[in-house]
Nanobody
């Protein structure tokens, strides 16, 4: 079992920045590929960003490319999402996800590829 705890959400004005963190904890830790997803009220959950265990390979949805940056400190089992130039359409609950991955170089962009999810952290961007 692995538990994920997100933090760092909040209320910001358009153009502002936030840094989200997600810490993984388990009795027996492994190698994890990590990802971020988000879901706004009344809308489907969507992929935001993903990173491989090595931290060298990443992927972003088009609408956040150049504004968001994902990073992974695999010595602390913590993944980060640095968000800048935030827009009202970025408003959502943000979830981190983890998947055991021993290859180290793979990342995953679909929610069903992951086996563990956090409880989410709310990000609200005002106009």
């Amino acid at each position: 079992q692995v538990q994920l705890v997100e933090s760092g959400g909040g209320l910001v004005q358009a153009g502002g920045s936030l840094r989200l963190s997600c810490v993984a904890s388990a009795r027996f830790l492994s190698n994890y590929a990590m990802g971020w997803f988000r879901q706004a009220p009344g809308k489907q959950r969507e992929f935001v960003a993903a990173i491989s265990w090595s931290g060298r390979n990443t992927s972003y949805r088009d609408s956040v490319e150049g504004r968001f940056s994902i990073s992974f400190d695999n010595t602390k089992y913590t993944v980060y999402l640095q968000m800048s130039s935030l827009r009202p359409e970025d408003t959502a609950v943000y979830y981190c996800a983890a998947r055991i991955d021993y290859a180290g170089s793979d990342y995953y962009t679909t929610w069903d590829a992951y086996h563990a999810w956090g409880q989410g952290t709310q990000v609200t961007v005002s106009s």
